[in-house]
């Protein structure tokens, strides 16, 4: 499965919305994605699991790229 994480880079500052980010990671639960990503200095704000047409439409998205 992929998920699309919505993130802060600073974890100490109050989140603002113009400067979210988004990645895309492959694992097998919300879980996991966490697990995956707790080495990283980052203020996770959503985890958004991608099926379908959702998928899809994303991944013809010139910033789509799974991160390892």
Do not use: H
């Amino acid at each position: 499965m992929i998920y699309k994480v919505y993130y802060q880079e600073n974890p100490e500052e109050i989140p603002v919305r113009e400067n979210t980010k988004t990645l895309y990671i492959e694992a097998g639960s919300e879980r996991e994605v966490r697990q995956k990503l707790k080495d990283r200095r980052i203020n996770i704000e959503y985890i958004q699991l991608l099926e379908g047409k959702y998928l899809e439409y994303e991944k013809q998205q010139d910033n789509f790229k799974l991160t390892e």
